[in-house]
């Protein structure tokens, strides 16, 4: 038995890559999308997940896996989760914009609570790897909202036990976002040339390719250490 990936904020640009490259990775037998709504696709190793999220404490995988399971089919992947017998990571992208969520409160509800209350879950179904998706410059203490709900989300992932848990500090990304935002559309045509050269490599702007990469190949490297920041320098080598 292979290991099995979990992959939160699928629909968003690094979780599409993030999907698309465990798809092909052969170290993962099965790759869970966790959601609220399906993604219009289908693959002998994806398994898609669906429910509430203000509701994830009283999700039952078990239920949850057998709903999608009518032929029995993956009944062997439940028992060996449920016995702990097969090595677990996570990838979580889950993330939105104030823009998107309405107001600061349901921004904070989506990149705070549900990421933060899904790593919980994810640990008591026996995950010991978790890669989240932050930004460069979270801080607990920034003054600027966007910063300090990352770093908040970043102290507050840091009390759950995890094995290993890898904290991605991304640039501004570049890809093809399902929609569009003027002023990232802006920013991408003032620092292209950072990308070309390489410039300032701390600030340069990053394909969402580069992220998922970086965020897999962590996942498997032999860890001394428990808690580890990825910084954007070091992203842009992928």
């Keep these: 038995m292979n290991q099995l990936a979990f992959i939160i904020g699928t629909s968003g640009l690094i979780g599409k890559q993030l999907m698309h490259q465990l798809l092909q ?13 399906k993604l219009a696709l289908k693959h002998e190793k994806l398994i898609q997940i669906t429910g509430d999220f203000t509701q994830i404490q009283s999700w039952n995988l078990d239920r949850m896996l057998r709903e999608e399971d009518l032929g029995g089919q993956i009944f062997p992947l439940w028992e060996k989760i449920s016995q702990k017998s097969v090595t677990m990571h996570a990838f979580c992208s889950l993330g939105t914009t104030i823009k998107q969520a309405g107001s600061k409160e349901k921004f904070y509800q989506i990149d705070h609570d549900f990421v933060v209350q899904s790593a919980v879950w994810l640990y008591q179904q026996g995950v010991s790897r978790l890669m989240y998706v932050s930004a460069i410059g979270a801080d607990p203490i920034s003054k600027v909202f966007y910063n300090k709900v990352k770093g908040e989300v970043e102290e507050d992932l840091k009390v759950i036990p995890f094995e290993y848990l890898g904290l991605m500090q991304p640039s501004l990304l570049l890809g093809d976002r399902s929609e ?6 802006f920013a991408k045509i003032i620092t292209k040339p950072m990308v070309w050269f390489k410039m300032y490599k701390k600030y340069c702007p990053i394909y969402d390719r580069q992220v998922a990469k970086a965020m897999i190949d962590h ?20």
């Excluded at 569009?180 to 559309?185: A, D, I, S, T, V």
């Excluded at 996942?219 to 992928?238: G, T, W």
């Design 25 to 37: 990775d052969k170290r993962y037998e099965y790759v869970i999308s966790v959601g609220r709504r």
């Design 180 to 185: 569009f935002r003027l002023g990232e559309e």
């Design 219 to 238: 996942a498997n490297q032999a860890k001394s250490v428990k808690v580890q920041v990825i910084s954007n320098s070091e992203m842009l080598d992928y």
